[in-house]
């Protein structure tokens, strides 16, 4: 399992909720989720679906802000799941 680094942008619509936004290959993308979800300004991504070019694709826990469920990252932006969880 995999985490993808992501950066606070603003409060959701419910106390228990933040708009996190993570940068892609062709720009970035927004979603919402829930704040205890956060760990090590990361969020669960599952498992890189594909590679290239120093891209993964991968699955993100909730839909973007523009209706997609997978987003192309930088390998860079995928951090180990024990890795984000011992921090």
Known sequence: MMRVKIGRTSEGLHPSEVV???RTA???ARLVVAARSIVDNSVDAGFSIDKRDGLALVELPRETTTGSWR???SEEAL???RAAEAA
């Open 71 to 73: 987003v192309w990252v």
């Open 79 to 81: 951090v180990p799941h």
């Open 26 to 28: 062709d720009g970035s």
């Open 20 to 22: 996190v936004a993570i």
